[in-house]
């Protein structure tokens, strides 16, 4: 069975431009939620999406937008990029909505911004 | 907003078995409690979830005393490969309905042969 897959696997980019990331959740899972890690941090809440609804929402600027398809495949973008905004970012799914933590993690997409 | 507090790392032998201890003493009445496991370059899987007393998997076991303010999470036995970060997560629900997941700092543990 696939996993989530996530889309670039690394990217480099300018500051003040913008980047979309994508995932795909694992086949039945509804729920797609985005992290933000940091190195040698752990993973920061982003969003989460449950049946296409923002369920859940980070402390992030409004540079950082989500949605999630048809499909529960899913898109996060992060406009103005700015140098701290280089991390890796993990996209994870799940069965349930809220009040469910077993989430099943992508590879995450390596972002640098110059 | 709830917090997670763990020890930023330990260090333990091949076959031994480890204790990595979370404290959240703001937990919601509701909130399950759960743990991963995190590579270096990947991300992290779920190991184990809890609500109270206690949980056992083929890989772990979580104890959660009765006032849910801690828990613990226990690795029988373990390997080299059990070298990994490992994060306790419990959920939050602030008074403004945001929900949000927080995540600990991680606990660093060192297997050494």
């Known amino acids: 069975d696939a996993g989530v897959t996530q889309s670039p696997t690394h990217l480099i980019k300018t500051r003040g431009q913008h980047v979309t990331l994508r995932c795909s959740p694992i086949s039945g899972h509804k729920s797609v939620s985005w992290y933000q890690q940091v190195l040698g941090q752990g993973p920061q809440f982003i969003f989460q999406?449950?049946?296409?609804?923002?369920?859940g929402r980070g402390n992030f600027p409004d540079r950082f937008s989500a949605r999630q398809f048809p499909n529960y495949s899913s898109e996060l973008n992060v406009n103005a990029l700015l140098l701290g905004d280089s991390a890796l970012y993990l996209c994870?799914?799940?069965?349930?909505?809220?009040?469910?933590?077993?989430?099943?993690f992508g590879p995450g997409t390596r972002l640098t911004v110059t | 907003l709830a917090k997670t507090t763990q020890p930023i790392s330990m260090d333990s032998y091949e076959g031994q078995e480890v204790n990595i201890t979370c404290s959240h003493n703001n937990i919601a009445t509701n909130d399950y409690i759960t743990w991963y496991q995190q590579f270096p370059s990947q991300g992290p899987r779920f190991i184990i979830q809890g609500y109270k007393t206690k949980v056992t998997n083929e890989v772990a076991s979580l104890f959660i005393p009765a006032d849910r303010k801690s828990s613990t999470l226990s690795l029988p036995r373990v390997s080299l490969s059990d070298t990994a970060v490992y994060y306790c997560?419990?959920?939050?629900?602030?008074?403004?309905?945001?929900?949000?997941?927080?995540w600990g700092a991680g606990t660093k543990l060192i297997i050494k042969p």
């Open positions: 997560l419990v959920g939050d629900l602030p008074m403004d309905s945001n929900y949000q997941l927080i």
């Open positions: 994870a799914s799940s069965l349930a909505g809220l009040q469910s933590y077993e989430q099943y």
């Open positions: 999406y449950y049946e296409k609804e923002e369920r």
